[in-house]
């Protein structure tokens, strides 16, 4: 069957540290894999998209690797702030369909 | 540039009844898509419009829950009638829908109405 997993637990890190994220995913063959933000009660927030033929996306202090040997991304957030507290959600985009993951639920500690 | 707007953003109905939801999309954009949030879940897509017309509908309950996008710009989803497994939050997204960019696949979401069956 078809499957999305990213990390089960809750990520509670320091302010500063290196924040990551993992998505691995079985039996799909995505053309494309995105990552959003999604704060309680509002909607996703689209931050980086990247093709399958990618392996590293970076934005500001985002970045994005793309293993589809593996079937793995790595979502990073470097000198993580407070304000950088939410769940993030990966979505893997095949044909006309995006499946999204559970999302993993960030804390980053002052 | 506005967002997507959603309304209602909360709903409470009784199960056998319905219920429908609006949104509108920002403004140029071709597709719109509806997905449904249960609680500790990622969003499923229900259903995927490109301009007017349905692109893929494969996950829509199609015994209860349509959905239209007249004009191809402002669309409804409804459910009719309600179960409690419906609970969720019920969330637009559209994006550019280009589909010769990968730009066209950053989707912009609403706020979502939450939807509750009792």
């Known amino acids: 069957s078809q499957k999305i997993e990213q990390n089960s637990e809750a990520l509670n890190i320091q302010e500063g540290k290196t924040a990551t994220l993992t998505c691995n995913y079985t039996?799909?063959?995505?053309?494309?894999l995105q990552w959003y933000r999604q704060d309680p009660g509002r909607g996703p927030v689209f931050l980086l998209l990247?093709?399958?033929?990618?392996k590293e996306k970076r934005k500001e202090r985002l970045k994005v690797t793309f293993d589809t040997t593996l079937k793995q991304s790595l979502f990073h957030i470097t000198a993580s702030q407070p304000a950088d507290s939410a769940t993030y959600l990966c979505?893997?985009?095949?044909?006309?369909?995006?499946?999204f993951g559970t999302g993993t639920s960030l804390t980053v500690i002052p | 540039e506005a967002g997507v707007a959603q309304s209602p953003r909360y709903k409470i109905i009784e199960k056998r009844q319905s219920v429908a939801f609006w949104c509108n999309p920002i403004?140029?954009?071709?597709?719109l898509y509806w997905y449904q949030q249960i609680l500790g879940q990622g969003p499923k897509l229900l259903i995927q419009?490109?301009?007017?017309?349905?692109?893929?509908d494969s996950q829509l309950p199609k015994d209860r829950f349509s959905a239209e996008r007249l004009k191809g710009v402002d669309s409804t989803l409804k459910i009719q009638p309600a179960k409690l497994e419906d609970s969720a939050v019920y969330l637009c997204?559209?994006?550019?829908?280009?589909?010769?960019?990968?730009?066209?696949?950053?989707?912009?979401f609403g706020p979502g109405t939450r939807l509750t069956v009792t």
């Open positions: 997204a559209s994006s550019p829908g280009d589909r010769g960019n990968p730009g066209a696949y950053e989707q912009y």
């Open positions: 039996n799909y063959s995505p053309a494309y």
């Open positions: 990247i093709r399958e033929n990618e």
């Open positions: 979505a893997l985009i095949t044909g006309n369909q995006f499946y």
């Open positions: 403004s140029g954009h071709a597709t």
């Open positions: 419009f490109q301009n007017n017309g349905v692109v893929d």
